[in-house]
C-alpha cells in the first residue's frame, strides 16, 4: 500500500499509447498555463488548478503534450511550472532549481522537493522562504511537513511552534498532533486528529489521506473508501489515493470499481507500474474461478480450530499440562503429537485418552497439522535445522515489511512466523481473494533477501 509519498505522478510518462477516456472536459489547462501570470499571488488559483486537472484526464493530457512543446524553448519557470501542474515532482524541482529566485518558482521548488521525497532540500527551502513572513502559513507548513518526514522532532516542534502563533493554521496544527499521535502509536488518538483537522477545512488532503490510510490499517474499510475518494477530489496523493482505493474495492469484491480507480491513474500515466499490475488483477478477478463450496468448507473448520480448549470438560490434570505447554485451541493441539504430549510430566494414558476423545468429536487427531503442512524450504535446498535457520523461521512476517494487500493476505491464512508462509504454495497464495502476481513478486522477493522461499 503506498503510503508517505505524496507525489502525484511517476516522472517518467513516455508513452503515447491511447487511453480510453469517456470523462468531460470542463477546465481548460492549457488555456490556464498560458495565461496565468509567474506572480505567487497567484499561487492559491494555481493550486486550485492543479486540483481541478486530475479529475479531467484530457485536459491532463493536453497540457502534457503542450508542455513537452516548451522543452526547447520555454523559459525555466513556466516549464518547471508545467511540470509542477502535472505533478512531475523530480523533473519541476530539476527545472525550477535554475529558475530563478522569483518567490513562485522558489515556492514550487521547495514543494516539488518535498513531493519528490528530498525533504533535507526542502527544509532547507521552506525555511528561507519562511524568512519572508509571505504567505507565511504556505511556508511554514511545508517546512513542518519536511520535519516530520525527516523525524527532526526538534525542528518541527519550533516550526509547529510558529504555526500556533498563526490565526489560520488551526487545520494544519490539528494535522500535526495527529501524526505525533500516530508516530507514538496511539492510533485512535491520531484519527481524532484527522477529523478535527477535516471539520476545520474539509480540503485539508494531507489529513485526508493520512485518516484514510490509518482507517484502511483499522480496518475500517467503508469509510476508508469515502475518505480516499474526498482525498483525490482534493488533488494531493492522487496516485496513491487512488491505488489504495482500488485495493480496497479488491477487498469488498468490487472488482470493477477498482479497475476504474486504477485507471484514473493510468490515465494520466500509462507507465506506471503497479497501476498496470493491479488493474490486471482486478481485470483477472472478474473471471476467476471461486469455489464457494469450498471456501464455506474451510471457513468453518478454522471455526472449530479456534475453539479454545477449556470449552471442553477436561480433568484438572489434562487442562493444567495444556496451560502449561501454551496449548489454548484446538488448532494448537493438532499440533502435538501423541509422543510430544506423553513425553510432558505429569501427562500420562487417561489425560491422551481424554484429548484424544474431544478431537474425534471434532472430526480431528492430534499430528493432523504436521501431517498436513510439509517443512519450509530455504532457497538452495533441505531445510537445516541449525539454530541460525531456526531463528530466521521463527521470525516475524511483520519483518519482511510488506504492502497493505500481502499483509491481508498472511492475516487472511493465519500466518504469524516465516516458516508459517514458506510452508504455502505460490499456488495456495494465489487462490487467497485479492491476490495477484504483484503481491507474489513481492514475498518471493522479501523471502530470497532472508535465504528463504516458498514450498515447491
Known sequence: MSEESLEQQDDQVTSDESIDIVEETTFDCVAFFDGVELDFDRIDEIDAAKKTMF????????????????????????????????GRSRRAADVLSQAGEDTLSYYLWAHALLEAGRFEEAAEQFSELARTKLKERRFLFGLAESYRRLDDLDNLKKTIGRLERLEDAAADLAYFQGAHAEREGEYAQAIEHYRDAIEKQADHSHALFRLAYRLDLEGEDEEAIEVYEECMEAGIAYVNAAINLGVLFEDAGRFREAMRAYKRVLQHNPNHPRALLFYKDAEASITMFYDEDQ????????????????????????????????IVTLGDLIKKTEAELLSYKNFGETSLAEIKDILSQKGLRLGMAKDEEPAPTPVGGTVSTSVGDDAVLGKSIAELELSIRSRKAMDRLNLVTMGDLCKISEGELLGCSNFGQTSLNEIKQK??????RLRG
Open 447 to 452: 523471502l530470497a533477501e532472508f535465504g528463504l
Open 55 to 86: 479529475n479531467e484526464p484530457k485536459s491532463y493530457e493536453a497540457l502534457r503534450v503542450h508542455v513537452k512543446q516548451l522543452e526547447e524553448s520555454g523559459s525555466k519557470a513556466k516549464l518547471g511550472l508545467g511540470y509542477w501542474l502535472l
Open 295 to 326: 471456501e464455506r468448507k474451510e471457513d468453518k473448520r478454522n471455526q472449530i480450530l479456534r475453539i479454545p480448549v477449556t470449552d471442553f470438560e477436561l480433568s484438572v490434570r489434562s487442562r493444567n499440562c495444556l496451560a502449561k505447554m501454551n
